[in-house]
């Protein structure tokens, strides 16, 4: 299977153009647009309503869906709080209505925006390296084990999906397949230890939206400076 992206160092230097979908967009394009700013929206609107959603179990999995929510919600669970059992399913709700976004990434904006992605960063471009070789019944493997906290893998594994031609329907059940094993982990997890974990885990858990916002805002850096160092179309020479 050919790769997508050719990540030698000693390949030549890329192309200094702005990708298709910034330079050119289609409707499709500013769908995926509308839909990554919403997301960050999302993440930034709740960054300041931790404390109240932390007291708000089934409101933070249907809206936030993360690991922190199912721990807080396994601890209410001890408490007289709803049943971990539904912690977990209304967890999946705000663990996977972002999660398209990056299948249409992959599918619509492929290894060009897999290029920008990788033009900084050498962790992600080793990443990339390996997993776009892998057959689609592996990468799903990848897809499920990258729900492990803090890999940073699964953003690459879905947007590889998309390029991979993988059904939609496939690669929801596979993602969903990682949020249930991950959140009943650490619900069971919240249930067992309580206050404990929920104060260690927001603490961490601070610190993951700014990573978001840093790696989409070197998206379009990189896309900026390319634009600026595309060399002006030249003028024919007329005759004196």
């Not at 990573?211 to 030249?234: C, D, E, Q, W």
């Amino acid at each position: 299977m050919k790769d997508y992206l050719f990540m030698s160092t000693e390949d030549s230097h890329p192309r200094p153009e702005l990708p298709h979908y910034f330079k050119n967009p289609r409707k499709i394009d500013y769908v995926i647009f509308g839909y990554m700013a919403l997301s960050v929206a999302v993440g930034l609107i709740a960054l300041p309503l931790r404390v109240w959603l932390i007291n708000r179990p089934e409101i933070y999995a249907l809206f936030i869906g993360g690991f922190t929510s199912a721990v807080v919600g396994g601890a209410h669970s001890t408490a007289g709080g709803s049943p971990i059992v539904l912690i977990v399913a209304l967890s999946l709700v705000g663990a996977l209505w972002t999660v398209p976004l990056w299948w249409l990434v992959g599918r619509h904006w492929g290894a060009e925006y897999l290029a920008q992605l990788t033009a900084s960063s050498s962790r992600t471009r080793y990443w990339v390296n390996r997993l776009q070789k892998l057959p689609a019944p592996w990468l799903l493997a990848a897809t499920i084990i990258s729900y492990v906290p803090f890999m940073p893998t699964l953003v690459i594994c879905n947007i590889l999906s998309g390029i991979k031609g993988i059904k939609l329907w496939l690669f929801l059940v596979t993602n969903a397949v990682g949020v249930i094993l991950r959140n009943t982990f650490f619900a069971l997890l919240g249930a067992r230890f309580g206050e404990e974990v929920i104060e260690v885990v927001n603490q961490i858990n601070r610190y993951a939206l700014w990573v978001t916002l840093i790696l989409i805002g070197v998206m379009f850096y990189s896309a900026y400076k390319k634009g600026r160092r595309t060399p002006p179309p030249a003028s024919p020479s007329t005759s004196a």
